[in-house]
């Protein structure tokens, strides 16, 4: 079962300027496997001094992403990534047992990015009591999901972003995070470079989301820029095509500052330089292109830095993940779960 491939090998790539330079305007039931429709979440809960880490919660917290919802009876499907409990992370097969049906928790719709230079769209957030766990037949037997009824303030419009789904008290976003322009020609270079370096020379540039935010509490911005381009890909579709063609390729991308210099992060990526023949299709080989998109930032463990959660789709299936990141140790990939042929 294809997956998120592993961020322990990452490309840096580094360029000295004086400042990290960004714009200045602020601008996840159904059959599973099924496709997702990306929804960037990005919302401003609450602001907190820069460097101040909160206290971890005592209590289980549990990591699940609503997908996809409602049905016609009100009902969402959840995909469980695991849970934190006592200091560490959790398996989604030691989270299910937390997850009781009379136990209150909290569902965040973060909101969905607003166009270039306004504020996003502020998102919801309700208790629900919930998380029914549903049968899985292969090909994914140690997949969980879990089965929401949505309430009733989530209209279709606002379920067609990634629901959160975290323990009550958890504050998910002590810091702002701000999306941005994606036109902006800082960003559009730097996924130029990358994509020219794996040997696209001269690529179609597509950026779906650049999203900004101070993610280890230090008081230094992030950069997350999201970017892809699939020939063949449906409109409005987040799972690509069943086949690539040449110049198709996904990139998550992580700008970061070190002393002044701006370092270049890969999380993700899938580029195609050339395509591939019905014989590669046939016999794998990672023909099969993945895309792959930032769901949103938060903090799942209470300790105040926002983790990266990512959402990945091929034609068959989907996941996602959940990432810690900071610039002594860089990405880590905590948890990871998801469905597919």
Request: proline fraction near 9%.
């Amino acid at each position: 079962m294809p997956r998120l491939r592993s961020v322990s090998t990452l490309t840096v790539s580094t360029l000295t300027v004086s400042t990290l330079t960004v714009p200045t305007s602020i601008v996840p039931t159904s059959t599973v496997p099924t496709s997702i429709v990306l929804r960037l979440m990005v919302a401003c809960l609450c602001l907190s001094a820069p460097g101040t880490l909160a206290a971890a919660p005592q209590t289980p917290s549990p990591v699940a992403l609503i997908t996809s919802g409602p049905d016609s009876r009100g009902h969402a499907t959840a995909l469980l990534l695991g849970a934190w409990q006592s200091g560490g992370w959790q398996t989604p097969a030691a989270a299910l047992p937390l997850l009781k049906g009379s136990q209150p928790w909290r569902m965040q719709s973060l909101g969905r990015p607003g166009k270039a230079g306004q504020p996003p769209k502020p998102g919801q957030t309700l208790l629900r009591t919930g998380g029914a766990a549903l049968p899985t037949d292969q090909p994914c037997p140690e997949t969980v999901f879990l089965d929401f009824i949505l309430p009733a303030a989530f209209t279709a419009s606002s379920a067609a972003d990634f629901l959160l789904v975290t323990a009550p008290g958890l504050n998910v976003r002590p810091r702002p995070a701000e999306a941005l322009p994606t036109q902006s020609a800082v960003y559009r270079e730097s996924v130029r470079a990358e994509l020219t370096r794996r040997g696209l020379q001269t690529p179609v540039l597509n950026i779906n989301s650049v999203t900004r935010a101070d993610l280890d509490g230090d008081g230094t911005l992030e950069v997350i820029i999201e970017a892809s381009h699939f020939r063949l890909q449906a409109s409005g579709n987040f799972a690509p095509p069943p086949r690539a063609e040449a110049g198709d390729y996904s990139l998550l991308l992580l700008r970061w500052v070190k002393n002044g210099q701006v370092q270049t992060t890969v999380l993700y990526q899938n580029v195609f330089t050339k395509t591939p023949t019905q014989a590669q299709l046939e016999a794998g080989g990672g023909q099969v292109p993945s895309h792959y998109g930032l769901a949103g930032v938060a903090d799942l463990n209470g300790d105040g830095r926002m983790e990266l959660v990512v959402a990945d789709a091929y034609y068959e299936g989907e996941g996602a993940a959940v990432l810690e990141w900071s610039p002594e140790s860089g990405a880590k990939e905590r948890l990871n779960q998801g469905c597919g042929a």
